[in-house]
């Protein structure tokens, strides 16, 4: 492993939705950046957009795991995100002393994408990255907090699958490690028993005898492209259990799927 390994992490579900969870895992940050390693922290916020969105009385619909985004939901989407779920992260991490620093992918035009297909409306598949300016903040001593959104060719905003942005950077900014953070605790198979280790060409026999189904879809896709762009590992990893980021970067304990190239 490299002396100051990159990790990218994909922040979301349980680890950040529960306070107990959400201040272990900022603890171990704070304990795993003191070692050297760099993070850059993809993070969700299902929870808060769906809030704001019951509170406008705006239905939410999904497709595939993914959210179905109308011109509303957008505007919706990018208050929860940007002014709401990136700023918690951002004062937790400064809380325990870390250096975090909050922007979106389409800060810097990180993120460029097209609509992925008219049945999700502004929901955007990842063009290009364009890392400099994660790289710029690693190499000041940030964090970079980054909210998944994205700008297509003419400068509209579209809605990333949060999964699919951190795999996108994992394998932009040549991570050392992508780990996704879920609910789950990884892949499993028919039986309901987790898969440790997998290699990329079992992913797709696994979809086509559906064990691989819905919000695994994108997480799963996700891991594939940061391989194929890159990244050296990618995990799916529990984040309902505390400590799990700590124990498997520092003691490399088993934790979650480890997805092979």
Known sequence: MNSNPTVVIKYGGHAMEHADLAAIFMRDMATLAGSGMKFVLVHGGGPVINEMLNKLDIKSNFLNGLRITDAPTLQVVEMALCATANKEIVRGLQKCGI????????????????????????????VSVDA???????????VPVIAPLALDAEGNPLNINADTAAGALAGALAADYFVLISDVPGIKDSSGNIYSYLAKEAIN????????TGGMIPKVEACLAALDQGCRNALILDGSQPGSLRRYLVNN?????VISA
């Open 99 to 126: 250096s975090a620093a909050g922007v979106s992918g389409e800060d810097g035009k990180m993120l460029t994408a097209r609509q992925k297909n008219a049945e999700l409306g502004l929901v955007g598949e990842i």
């Open 132 to 142: 400099s300016l994660p790289n710029a903040l690693l190499a000041s001593g940030f």
């Open 205 to 212: 026999e696994l979809r086509a005898e559906g064990t691989i």
């Open 253 to 257: 304990e088993p934790a979650g799927t």
